[in-house]
């Protein structure tokens, strides 16, 4: 009976319980996920950043793509599709 009531505690009652040790499993796996998706994110990000600076024309491109910047004698004509 004894063992049977300290094992009920454990379960639920005590600061350290199975539930809140599950709850807490779940988190730190959601959040090793989510390490490895933004470390794959800044590798990704440092690996353009260099293209762009090692190279003008990229950085010409980008500029154009991204922030819509042209030249002084040049126009520029946003198409969007519907």
Same mark, same amino acid.
């Not at 490895?36 to 440092?46: P, Q, V």
């Not at 762009?52 to 991204?66: I, P």
């Given at each position: 009976m004894t063992l049977l009531v300290f094992l009920v505690w454990l379960t639920f009652f005590d600061r350290n319980n199975f539930i809140n040790k599950m709850q807490l499993k779940n988190k730190i796996t959601t959040l090793q996920k $989510? &390490?490895? @998706? @933004?470390?794959? !994110?800044?590798? $990704? *990000?440092?690996? !353009?950043? +260099? #293209? /762009?600076?090692?190279? &003008? *024309?990229? /950085? #010409? &491109? %980008?500029?154009?793509? +991204? @922030?819509?910047? !042209? =030249?002084? =004698? $040049? *126009?520029? %004509?946003?198409i969007v599709k519907e």
């Open positions: $989510e &390490k490895a @998706y @933004y470390h794959h !994110k800044i590798e $990704e *990000d440092n690996r !353009k950043m +260099q #293209e /762009l600076l090692s190279n &003008k *024309d990229n /950085l #010409e &491109k %980008f500029a154009r793509e +991204q @922030y819509l910047m !042209k =030249n002084k =004698n $040049e *126009d520029i %004509f946003v």
